[in-house]
């Protein structure tokens, strides 16, 4: 089994849409929950991350974590076509090493 | 400050060639980190550097791959004859030592095509 699994999609949507996005783990010493954004050819940048269960909103991003089902989301509300890109959900033990595990990404389009 | 900063951008080399590559880390940032990722998939762990301590190597990174970072500064990447399977993306990423690990920043990436 892998660690992290995420559905490469492609998804579509259209402009405005509510998008949800979803990881799930295996690895129960996963601490912090993040997600990055990846254009086509660019590195990830991080849009968010979180400690704890629960959720953590950022403009029109929300990060949902839920430890007990080892489960994360993110969820773009009024999704604008300069959302597409690929979203990476990442994972860190919290380790003073600081490696993180990625998810092979799902492929976002906004289309207008 | 500009961000990571990654060289060459873009590397087409024969098979059986050696090619190396070069990052830039934030200033003052003490972590640095090395990730490779294929086309459809995440990046994938190969090294870590504390200052200029390789702290921590993936088994991705095979006898042929080398990575240092003399002097705490910038770091190195190099594949000693490289094969076709080394096509990649190969991404750097730095972040403080102090806080927590989640901050990493990541450059641009070098795209390595082995033909």
């Known amino acids: 089994q892998k660690e992290v699994e995420q559905d490469p999609g492609p998804l579509s949507v259209p402009e405005g849409a509510i998008v949800s996005l979803n990881c799930t783990y295996s690895n129960s010493a996963f601490q912090y929950f993040m997600w990055y954004r990846q254009y086509s050819r660019k590195g990830p940048e991080l849009l968010m991350y979180?400690?704890?269960?629960g959720n953590k909103e950022d403009g029109r991003f929300t990060a949902q974590v839920d430890k007990s089902s080892k489960y994360i989301s993110l969820f773009i509300r009024d999704s604008q076509p300069s959302d597409s890109a690929t979203y990476l959900c990442?994972?860190?033990?919290?380790?003073?090493?600081?490696?993180?595990?990625f998810g092979r990404g799902t492929q976002l389009t906004v289309w207008p | 400050d500009t961000g990571v900063s990654q060289d060459p951008r873009h590397k087409i080399t024969k098979r059986g060639q050696n090619v190396t590559f070069r990052c830039d880390p934030i200033s003052e940032h003490n972590r640095l980190y090395w990730y490779r990722q294929t086309l459809g998939q995440g990046p994938e762990f190969l090294t870590y550097f504390q200052n200029e301590a390789q702290l921590e190597k993936s088994r991705l990174l095979s006898d042929r791959f080398s990575a240092e970072r003399p002097k705490g500064s910038f770091s190195t990447l190099e594949i000693q004859r490289t094969e076709q399977g080394d096509s990649a993306m190969y991404l750097c990423a730095s972040s403080p030592l102090q806080g927590v690990s989640t901050e990493a920043f990541f450059g641009q990436g070098t795209r390595l095509t082995v033909v």
């Open positions: 979180t400690y704890s269960s």
């Open positions: 990442a994972f860190d033990r919290g380790s003073t090493l600081g490696r993180l595990y």
